[in-house]
């Protein structure tokens, strides 16, 4: 499913992944914890090609990464790689049905069939009776929720979350990481989370643990 090989990334002076070797098979959730500066973030940018290592490889469902054009790469990351992050980054403008849709619609998938798979995830999600809301009108945990829908929407090899829980409170944040399992076991979604929480972390089916830029 993904693999990394000898990832080496620096900014300036800083050497933040130092030579990450690592595979995370198919159908698993894998927790990376670590404290701050330990390059948690910048190796899940790079599996989720959206920062670029300076030496080593990534490979994605037998992919080399390294070998794409700029414009397979974003065709590529759209189709197999979902993403969630601590901020939803939800459109305002868009109702949650809308914003679950545009990554479809990115993919070339017709505005019917991208509304009926929406729809269906958000339904699947505890959100059928907010289809129409804004961000604006949503709580927390749910436009947590739309992201997790937007994220799946395009059913990607991979779903690489940022802190997902980070801004919410205790009930959501439960919800939200049982929501994770729910979807791990169903459908044999891969996660990778980067996440503080130690208690979420010990129940995924590995922990990587990161201190100064590698894996202990």
Request: glycine share 8%.
């Amino acid at each position: 499913m993904i693999k990394i090989e000898n990832i080496r990334k620096s900014f300036g002076d800083l050497h933040v992944l130092k030579g990450i070797d690592l595979e995370i098979p198919s159908g698993k959730l894998y927790s990376i914890v670590g404290p701050s500066g330990a390059g948690k973030t910048t190796l899940l940018q790079i599996i989720g090609t959206l920062s670029k290592p300076d030496s080593g490889e990534l490979f994605l469902n037998g992919q080399r990464i390294s070998g794409l054009s700029q414009k397979k790469l974003a065709a590529f990351r759209n189709r197999q790689i979902g993403f969630i992050f601590q901020f939803h980054y939800l459109l305002p403008e868009f109702t949650a049905l809308e914003n679950v849709c545009i990554p479809a619609f990115i993919a070339g998938t017709s505005k019917k069939e991208a509304e009926r798979k929406a729809s269906e995830l958000l339904s699947y999600l505890g959100l059928a009776d907010r289809l129409g809301h804004k961000p604006s009108e949503l709580s927390g945990g749910e436009r947590q929720r739309v992201a997790a829908a937007r994220a799946l929407i395009n059913d990607p090899a991979v779903v690489l979350a940022d802190e997902p829980s980070g801004n919410l409170d205790t009930k959501n944040k439960d919800e939200l990481h049982d929501l994770f399992f729910d979807l791990r076991d169903r459908f044999h979604q891969t996660f990778v989370i980067v996440t503080h929480d130690e208690n979420f972390a010990r129940q995924s089916d590995r922990i990587i643990r990161m201190k100064d830029g590698l894996i202990e």
